[in-house]
C-alpha cells in the first residue's frame, strides 16, 4: 500500500534547510541515487489503483487491537486504510544518522511489534532513506500487502523542473497530478503535508468539481507544545470532507525526551552544526518554560509507571482524531520504550490529560468553545 504526501513551502524553511545541509552531506552521485529509487519504487511501491473515495461522514475511526502484538490500528481519516497507531519515520536517521544495520533492526523491532506503517521522503539524505527502506522490505520478505509506505514530493532535485508539486504548483494541477498516480497505480492515496486547512479544503473541492481523488490525510507537528492544527483545524476538516491527522515528532525533535533538561550534551541532536536551530529553541527563554513543565510532568509519567517520552507519546494518541503518530528512533532501545507508550494510552483518563493540561496551560480553543 502506498501512500503519497504532497507537500507544501509554507512553514519549511527550518527543516528544508536542514534537509539541504544533510544532502549536501552525502556523497552518492546523484545518477547512483535516482536509479536505486527507480529500483525502490519496482520492488515496494507498486499498488493497484482506487477509485475515488467517498467519505462517510457518520462512520467514527474505530480502533482495534492486534492480539499478538497489542498494537492498535485506526482508519486513515474515514478512508478504509488501516494503519497502525505508531509508525516509523526515516527522517535524519536513515541514510544519516543511522547505519543500514541500525535501519535494518529498528524496522525488524517495528514491524514484529505490529507496525505496518513506514515512512520517508525523497528528499530524505538526498533519496537514500527510500532506498534503504525498500532494500530492507526486500530483503526481509515482507509481504507488501501488509504494510503501508508513506513518501512526501516537493524538494526533489536541482533543476527547477524536479522541484515542486507540478508544472505551475497550484492545487488543481496537484490534485490532477495525485489522481494520475494514483489510476496509474502508483499509489493507493494521497495526502498532503503542513498543508493550511484552506488549501486542503481547496483541494478537495477541485477534486469533487472535477471527479478528481481527493486527499485522505494531512501530515502535521503535533506534540505537548505544539497544538493548534491538530486539536482545532483538523477536527473540522475530518468531520466534513474525513480527512485524517498522521502526526510527527510527538517528543519535538527530543526536547521531551528529558535529556535536555540540564543543558544540550555534546552526543545530542542539538549539538550538531547542522541543527543549531534546535539548539537555540532549547537555549531560549521559551525552551527553558518547557523544561520546567516537563519537570512538573515526570511525576505523572512516575504514577503511570512510564518514562516521560511513553506518556508523551500516548498524550497524542489519546486524540481519536489522530490516526497514527510518526515515530523517529536511532537506537533500538529507543524504539522499543516509544512503542511502549502502547501500553500507556488505556491510562490517559480524562483525569490525567486535565492535569497535563494544567501543567501545560496551552490548550487551544475553538470558536465553538468560545461560543459556549
Partial sequence: MQVSIACTEHNLKSRNGEDRLLSKQSSTAPNVVNAARAKFRTVAIIARSLGTFTPQHHISLKESTAKQTGMKYRNLGKSGLRVSCLGLGTWVTFGGQISDEVAERLMTIAYESGVNLFDTAEVYAAGKAEVILGSIIKKKGWRRSSLVITTKLYWGGKAETERGLSR??????????????????????????????????????????????????????????????????????????????????????????????????????ASLKCYQWLKERIVSEEGRKQQNKLKDLSPIAARLGCTLPQLAVAWCL?????????????????????????????????????????????KPYSKKDYRS
Fill in 168 to 269: 505551475k504548483h497550484i492545487i488543481e494541477e496537484i490534485v490532477r497530478a495525485m489522481t494520475h498516480v494514483i489510476n496509474q497505480g502508483m499509489a493507493m492515496y494521497w495526502g498532503t503535508s503542513r498543508w493550511s486547512a484552506m488549501e486542503i479544503m481547496e483541494a478537495y473541492s477541485v477534486a469533487r468539481q472535477f471527479n478528481m481523488i481527493p486527499p485522505v490525510c494531512e501530515q502535521a507537528e503535533y506534540h505537548l507544545f505544539q497544538r493548534e492544527k491538530v486539536e482545532v483545524q483538523l477536527p473540522e476538516l475530518y468531520h466534513k470532507i474525513g480527512v485524517g491527522a498522521m502526526t510527527w515528532s510527538p517528543l519535538a525533535c527530543g526536547i521531551i525526551s528529558g535529556k535536555y533538561g540540564n543543558g544540550v550534551p555534546e552526543s545530542s541532536r
Fill in 318 to 362: 489519546r486524540n481519536e482524531g489522530v490516526s497514527s503518530v510518526l515515530l523517529g528512533s536511532s537506537t533500538p532501545e529507543q524504539l522499543i520504550e516509544n512503542l511502549g507508550a502502547i501500553q500507556v494510552l488505556p491510562k490517559m483518563t480524562s483525569h490525567v490529560v486535565n492535569e497535563i493540561d494544567n501543567i501545560l496551560r496551552n
